[in-house]
């Protein structure tokens, strides 16, 4: 139930809970539990309700041979229990045959089942909290495809559960294995810290902060060197690491916050035995410091990934393969990121990365975030356009002296626009192509200087 909807009397009122509630946390997920449960008792407090937690302790003690059993300390007959488990929770261990074990996945989910069949047929109604969804990231593969995640929810809901509440589904379809059962996905916004830090001036950003917090791995989106640079200040440059990757699993770079101090806006280097060439528009490949394609060969042990009904990647025959993303080496082997070939804007015959002009701009106090697309025009070829979510509008004249301040004349957009908000996908990332075609049907007519 979204509890920003309803006053906290309106949440607990006995018209809307069928039942009591009830909170368990599986080994790993006590910090989460313990967060949901101190907004839950505050709510309960503003509607003059005297409660000292929702948790009913449970543990899943562990015998020497290795099997678990799952215990709930205190009655939950009759209750609307929620289950808080996470399967990415990688740091908890186990000690099996005098050996130090960690936590997989396949551990948590074994143990999200055992608390499950121990409150199974007494709780009125059991819902499981899953921030990362369980083999969330396997369903999609089609070649020795595995289908962890919809055979977990299947067996889910075949033990009694009736919800299912995650953050960020990598493939929201998956729901389609149990269309019986409830499954809420909420999608966080993309790029969290940084919308934060751009609409909260005052907002604290300190090592007091994040004392509990000892190492940082950050991927998916570009992160700013502003914001690289604050980590590496509250958790030390050797805490800190960077992922670069691709949901087909074509290879993979890392690096650490030391390696990035000497390598300022690297990715890293390969990582489990990927290999790494850039290319030019011939297939000849670059030498350092020359910006080309992307190619890489898969890092040992993972899987050969296809499109579905679509074009299949960028292939040389020889193990290297291609999602379009343009970058370069340096001499020291390091991997820079620059742009998708596919983000790339001919204008006036130069090549200009989308992602280098966005990023100059948003660095500016009052742009909260922005995108630019390749419109036709009859005199460039494609004219740069920006849309622009910002704290206040300001001049075209003003828009463009600042970014004269940072990056060539041609590369600054020629015209721009504002919105209320940048339309995304359901993944929270910035769905560049639809924007694109929407302005190029738009046709935007706004003066040039």
Excluded at 360 to 372: A, G
């Amino acid at each position: 139930m979204p509890t920003n909807t309803v006053s906290p009397a309106e949440f607990f009122s006995s018209d809307r809970q069928e039942a009591e509630l009830s909170l368990i946390a599986c080994p790993g997920a006590e910090v989460l539990t313990q967060q949901i449960d101190t907004h839950l008792v505050n709510w309960a407090r503003e509607a003059g309700i005297e409660v000292d937690s929702f948790i009913a302790p449970a543990e899943c003690p562990r015998f020497q041979s290795g099997d678990a059993k799952g215990l709930v300390k205190r009655s939950v007959r009759g209750h609307d229990v929620f289950l808080v488990v996470d399967p990415g929770n990688y740091a908890l261990t186990y000690n099996l045959f005098g050996n130090t074990n960690h936590m997989s996945p396949d551990d948590h989910y074994a143990n999200l089942k055992r608390l499950i069949q121990a409150v199974a047929g007494r709780a009125h109604r059991v819902s499981v909290i899953m921030p990362s969804l369980y083999g969330g990231r396997q369903h999609r593969r089609i070649n020795r495809e595995s289908l962890d995640c919809a055979v977990a929810l299947q067996e889910l809901q075949a033990m009694g559960v009736s919800n299912i509440i995650t953050f960020d589904a990598h493939d929201p379809r998956v729901v389609n294995a149990v269309p019986l059962m409830s499954f809420d996905n909420v999608m966080p916004t993309y790029q969290v810290l940084k919308t934060l830090l751009k609409h909260m001036p005052d907002l604290s950003f300190n090592k007091d902060d994040f004392k509990t917090l000892r190492s940082l791995c950050h991927t998916g989106g570009y992160c700013s060197p502003e914001l690289k640079e604050a980590w590496i200040e509250i958790l030390g440059a050797k805490n800190v690491y960077e992922i670069y990757s691709m949901t087909e699993m074509i290879g993979m770079t890392v690096i650490r916050g030391d390696e990035w101090l000497k390598h300022r806006g690297s990715v890293g280097k390969p990582y489990g035995g990927c290999k790494i060439e850039v290319r030019d528009e011939n297939g000849k490949v670059l030498p350092a410091g020359e910006v080309g394609e992307i190619f890489m060969t898969p890092s040992g042990g993972y899987l050969e990934t296809e499109y579905v009904g679509r074009e299949q990647l960028d292939d040389s025959g020889k193990g290297f393969r291609s999602v379009g993303d343009m970058g370069y080496l340096d001499e020291d082997g390091y991997m820079y990121f620059a742009d998708r070939r596919s983000d790339m804007i001919v204008t006036g015959g130069e090549n200009v990365l989308a992602v280098e002009v966005e990023n100059t701009f948003l660095q500016h106090p009052d742009i909260v975030d922005m995108v630019v697309v390749g419109i036709p025009d009859p005199e460039w070829g494609r004219r740069i356009h920006a849309v622009i979510e910002a704290k206040r509008e300001m001049s075209y004249d003003e828009f463009r002296r600042y970014g004269w301040k940072f990056m060539l004349p041609f590369k600054v957009p020629k015209t721009i626009e504002y919105v209320d908000a940048l339309p995304r996908k359901d993944s929270g990332k910035l769905n560049r192509a639809a924007l694109a075609a929407r302005c190029e049907e738009l046709q935007k007519d706004i003066k040039n200087p």
